[in-house]
């Protein structure tokens, strides 16, 4: 679990410094989001 974390973490942190995804991505797929743990018939 530590190294998954680790990875995760350090995923998260380089798509921060790099300003990704951008606020127009975000704005253009919000209708596309979902929960991964919902599952809707």
């Known amino acids: 679990m ?3 974390n680790y990875k995760a ?3 998260a ?3 921060a410094v790099e300003n990704r ?3 127009e991505e975000l704005l253009q ?3 596309r989001a979902k ?3 919902r599952y809707t018939p």
């Open 35 to 37: 929960h991964p743990f």
């Open 29 to 31: 797929n919000k209708e």
């Open 21 to 23: 995804p951008g606020i």
């Open 2 to 4: 530590y190294i998954n």
């Open 13 to 15: 942190l380089r798509k």
């Open 9 to 11: 973490m350090r995923h």
